[in-house]
């Protein structure tokens, strides 16, 4: 997708959002993780997506794929990218909060 497409899909997107604010909220299916090992986990997604997460050696893992702090970090710099004609650089203070629902 070049760029002016992406500017057009961004700009009808907001438009649409603008429009319907109460489309805005996600309705995505939650997220599994399980411990495959260690501190190795699976996450899954309700619509097949799956992605690993472990932590460093220094911290108790083995490093075997991006820690779960790396992936956030990624996932917002891709969306700003995204949704800026130009670069996006993030920078993230250590301390951040979400909402979280743990279901056992």
Do not use: Q, Y
Not at 59 to 77: D, F, Q, T, V, Y
Request: with cysteine.
């Amino acid at each position: 997708m070049d760029m002016p497409a992406i500017r057009e899909s961004i700009e009808k997107t907001t438009r649409a959002l603008t429009e319907h604010p109460e489309k805005a909220r996600s309705k995505s299916a939650p997220l599994t993780a399980r411990r495959v090992g260690g501190l190795r986990f699976e996450v899954k997604g309700g619509g097949g997506e799956l992605v690993f997460t472990d932590m460093p050696a220094m911290m108790g893992g083995e490093g075997s794929a991006p820690n779960p702090g790396w992936l956030i970090r990624a996932a917002l710099a891709a969306w700003g990218d995204a949704h800026s004609p130009v670069a996006c650089a993030l920078r993230i203070p250590p301390a951040i909060s979400t909402e979280v629902e743990i279901v056992r």
